[in-house]
């Protein structure tokens, strides 16, 4: 079975603060997706990268940048934490061959708290 | 916006009734697909139909497609407690990575 890992279950940090979310996953998925999900907007996506290195915007970029030195992990980065980034941020992860026909494998989420 | 849009956005039933939950999308597809959320943890894949299929089982569940009116419904039959979650359909595009998602329906089964 895929699994796909968030470092963190719970975050509490300040505005202001630069916060990084990691994500890993163990099938040598070439795909791997970050979304956030808020009440009543349902998931909406940040960025995702394609390989090691590339990546690219998704619906709501602003405020969030993201890294993926290794195939395994993709980061997302909030550059200066603010409150209206309180939010649960879902990571998932899909082979490239299957893109748009299969299912993605998600992980936990990790429900983000700035204060 | 390619945004899906579920309804109901919120249903409460009696353990044994059947659930019905309905998805509607913009753009033509080529899969859609239904998750579902326990409170505060990630997504659960349940049942993907592809474009040219009308209708799947997979057992209590029973998902229907209507490309013509672009719309997809999920059938829980005999809920159980144990189906409290969110639901979320997610439509899938040939070649695009990233699905994309409704604002999901929150069910509630009263044991």
């Known amino acids: 079975d895929v699994k796909v890992t968030q470092s963190s279950r719970y975050l509490v940090k300040r505005t202001g603060e630069k916060v990084f979310l990691e994500c890993v996953q163990d099938?040598?998925?070439?795909?791997m997706f970050w979304y956030r999900q808020d009440p009543g907007l349902g998931l909406r996506l940040i960025y995702f990268?394609?390989?090691?290195?590339?990546?690219e915007k998704g619906d709501i970029p602003e405020g969030y940048s993201v890294s993926r030195e290794k195939k395994e992990r993709f980061s997302l980065i909030l550059e200066s934490a603010s409150t209206n980034q309180t939010s649960m941020y879902l990571c998932?992860?899909?082979?490239?061959?299957?893109?748009?026909?299969?299912?993605?494998?998600f992980g936990d989420g990790t429900r983000l708290s700035i204060l | 916006s390619q945004q899906g849009e579920e309804d109901p956005q919120a249903l409460s039933i009696q353990e044994g009734e059947n659930a019905t939950m309905n998805c509607s999308y913009k753009?033509?597809?080529?899969?859609l697909q239904w998750y579902r959320q326990n409170s505060g943890r990630g997504l659960v894949h349940l049942i993907l139909?592809?474009?040219?299929?009308r209708e799947k089982h997979s057992g209590r569940l029973r998902v229907t497609l209507d490309t013509s009116k672009k719309s997809s419904s999920l059938l829980i039959t005999a809920s159980r407690a144990a189906d409290t979650a969110s639901y979320f359909c997610?439509?899938?595009?040939?070649?695009?990575?990233?699905?994309?998602f409704g604002s999901g329906t929150r069910l509630q089964v009263q044991p």
């Open positions: 998932a992860s899909i082979r490239d061959r299957d893109r748009g026909n299969q299912p993605q494998h």
């Open positions: 099938m040598d998925h070439e795909n």
């Open positions: 990268s394609y390989d090691v290195k590339m990546k």
């Open positions: 753009t033509s597809i080529n899969n």
């Open positions: 139909i592809r474009s040219n299929e």
């Open positions: 997610a439509t899938g595009y040939t070649g695009r990575r990233a699905l994309t």
